[in-house]
């Protein structure tokens, strides 16, 4: 088996491109996310107190809930799935009692 020295330069180049490619494309990713999330994150903050902010408000005013918009298409006779799991076992209770 012949050595050859040119595949050794080969592979040292292609190592040294690689790492300097993917340390500077590193380096490009983890500042822009710095800055997308020194900037995003208190905007995000900032959108959800005025939300909370908002219903508060609405709440201490009108007296209307934050989930107010749920409670209008809940049917009052609608049972809850819970409900009735809660019916189901208390069934099965009396009849393994009976039995």
């Excluded at 107010?68 to 609608?78: I, M, N, R, T, V």
Aim: net charge positive; hydrophobic share 40%.
């Amino acid at each position: 088996m012949k050595f050859n020295y040119y595949k050794i330069g080969y592979a040292i180049f292609s190592l040294f491109a690689g790492l300097t490619v993917g340390l500077l494309l590193a380096i490009f990713v983890g500042i822009s996310i710095f800055f997308q999330s020194l900037i995003g994150f208190p905007v995000q903050v900032y959108r959800q107190c005025i939300a909370q902010s908002t219903a508060r408000r609405m709440q201490k005013i009108f007296g209307v809930p934050k989930d107010f918009q749920a409670a209008d298409f809940k049917q009052p006779s609608e049972e809850s799935i819970w409900d009735k799991h809660i019916q189901r076992m208390e069934e099965k209770k009396k009849n393994n009692t009976n039995n």
